[in-house]
């Protein structure tokens, strides 16, 4: 991966170092520490759209393979292979979860999402979800947890959702309103704005 890729050879020459990593399953980024090489001239949009060049990519397999190489430092995002560390831009998550899935397990209820790049995440204790104030409404933006400190954003539908499958519970001696999946309970917000979310 270099910065100096100005056309569409140059995506698939960064497509080519990618493909390089392929594995059996996700690639193993966390124990890569290549050097970092600049920034490459690729964007997240808060829709989940990969641009590169302000060209949207409109091929999926080549979004899902950069997808595969995404880490998260602080709040900066790299594509990593073994020998390169490059930059790019994330307006918001870099996933969308566009599907859920909801089942029963021992622990109860299950809630199973898939991702914008087919990603499948089993939402519990070690895929959390999360819930943060929308800039200018009084409303709430719903997270999931993919892997290794990155996000997906969900749907404004399967918000609504989860709503419909929210309950009370005690957290800390507060009535709060949230989801349950696999044993975990993520609260919402306190019970008494319940009216407000719905």
């Known amino acids: 991966m270099t910065t100096s890729s100005t ?17 059996k399953g996700p690639p ?51 594509l990593v292979t073994p020998v390169e560390k490059c930059g ?10 566009v599907e859920m899935a909801v089942g029963s397990g021992e622990a109860g209820r299950t809630l199973d999402f898939r991702t914008n790049v087919d990603d499948v995440v089993a939402c519990g204790p070690d895929n959390a979800l999360r819930f943060e104030p929308e800039q200018g409404t009084e409303g709430l933006v719903p997270y999931l947890h993919v892997r290794r400190g990155l996000w ?3 749907t404004r539908t399967l918000f609504y959702d989860l709503v419909e499958l929210g309950e009370e519970r005690s957290v800390d001696g507060t009535a709060m309103f949230g989801v349950a999946s696999r044993g975990a309970f993520f609260p919402m917000a306190p019970a008494a704005a319940l ?4």
């Open 152 to 154: 997906a954003k969900v």
């Open 88 to 97: 790019i831009v994330v307006d918001d998550a870099p996933f969308v979860a």
């Open 28 to 78: 193993p980024v966390h124990l890569w520490n290549p050097p970092y090489c600049g920034e490459i001239d690729m964007r997240i949009a808060a829709d989940g759209t990969w641009f590169y060049q302000k060209t949207p990519i409109g091929r999926i397999a080549l979004v899902k393979l950069f997808a595969s190489v995404l880490w998260r430092e602080d709040d900066r995002y790299f």
């Open 7 to 23: 056309n569409t050879g140059g995506l698939d020459g960064l497509a080519g170092a990618v493909r390089g990593t392929a594995t």
């Open 195 to 198: 009216k407000e979310l719905r």
